[in-house]
């Protein structure tokens, strides 16, 4: 049995008396049920959960080692075709000042994440399948893989830039091009794995889907034949979303096998159709909906710290939106077993622009101001960055 879920019997074992009745038997046949995973999401006693954590940390630690690793994120355009009632630079969102960075400004955004040590970058934008944009997109991954660093540095583990895309949902041919082109890591988030839940906040608005998660899980298993380390996650709050469903979504990503996860606290943006909808006072159907920010930020650390006891190699991000919740957001994952940042590197000029929710931090700090600060923050928890590192697990 894997000693992992071993450690997370012993701690279910020691709390069981108070909290709940699992069925341990069941956990030592390393067959961990949705119930089960929907108890533990479900504490709420600090001491409890402070235990969860430093056991999620200590897998991590054995697994991981201690570094945390940067990738550099390039937010490179806000046009997007889709309209995810959630998103806020949804196509339907006429209040969105749009904008596409140049090729000149995206190479030197990651430049500068290649002189910064952050061993990676992310190029993140809204989705767009035209022949332009796909045939831009590999003209740039090939120029990004050329990149160097000024100063050669001899000490540094790689000297050119691993490169993940986040560009939504493409044909397996646009993904091959791709990662041939030399991309290796692909990010595309399931959302819901719950194909109802998934339904209820994509319109049926594309070419390639019905509406439901199809089309994303059909694009996942395309990204991974292809060779890509496939990134994946889910929100947490949505409305009709329940602790069942979130146990699913860490159950789906053993299944399928993800090589990394970024998942956060869904956050109301007022010029969407869902963020109307939670704004406006009325009560939103589900179970995690109405969560106020720190449980709901809480809900979005024990789901870090789960999935870590049970997929202990795998790359978790700590994401930006846990930030939006607290100002301590992503330190508080990064503690319950997280070990990725994505330190934002876009131009100030956009960085504003690119608003997927309210209240995104850091709008008005250049990249240098985000290392800096990131670095101060890292320090003080004792958490060493792998400078210049892929921290790839394969
Ligand atoms: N709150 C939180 N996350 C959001 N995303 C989009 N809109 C929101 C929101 N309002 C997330 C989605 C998407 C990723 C790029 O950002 O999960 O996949
Ligand atoms: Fe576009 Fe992604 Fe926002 Fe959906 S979540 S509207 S695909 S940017």
Known sequence: ?????????????????????????????????????????????????????????????????????????????????????????RAGNEKVIRYELLDSQIINEAHFALNAGYGSVVLQGGERCDKAFTNRITKLIKEIRLLRR??????????????????????????????????????????????????????????????????????????????????????????FQTYI??????????????????????IPHSDTPLGKMYMSGIMVPGEVANLNNEERLELSIKMVAVLRCIMPTINIAATTALQVLAPDGRERALLAGANIIMPNVTDLSVKGNYNLYEGKPGVKDDAQTTKYELEKNLERLGIPIGWDMLGDVR
């Not at 992992?4 to 008396?17: D, N, V």
């Not at 041939?180 to 890591?185: E, M, Q």
């Not at 979130?246 to 998942?263: C, S, Y």
Request: proline share 2%; glycine share 6%.
């Open 1 to 89: 049995m894997e000693w992992q879920l071993l450690m997370l019997t012993e701690f279910l074992t020691e709390q069981s008396a108070r909290l709940h009745s699992v069925n341990y038997m069941e956990i030592l046949n390393n067959k961990i049920t949705a119930n089960e995973l929907a108890d533990i999401l479900r504490i709420s006693n600090k001491e409890v959960l402070r235990e969860l954590y430093a056991q999620a940390y200590d897998v991590k630690l054995r697994h991981r080692g201690p570094n945390v690793y940067f990738r550099g994120l390039i937010e490179i355009s806000n046009i997007c075709k889709k309209n995810c009632l959630y998103c806020g630079i």
């Open 245 to 266: 469903d979130l146990a699913n979504d860490i159950l789906f990503f053993k299944e399928m096998d993800i090589d990394m996860v970024g998942m956060g606290p869904y």
């Open 150 to 239: 000024n100063n050669f540095n001899k000490e540094a583990n790689s000297n050119a830039l691993g490169i993940t895309l986040s560009l939504g949902e493409q044909s397996k041919e646009v993904y091959k091009e791709w990662y041939d082109a030399g991309a290796h890591r692909y990010l595309l988030r399931i959302e819901a794995s719950n194909r109802e839940l998934y339904q209820k906040i994509h319109p049926c608005d594309n070419t390639i889907s019905s509406g439901a998660n199809d089309a994303r899980i059909k694009s996942i298993k395309d990204l991974k034949s292809i060779g890509y380390l496939t990134g994946t996650g889910v929100m947490i709050g949505l409305p």
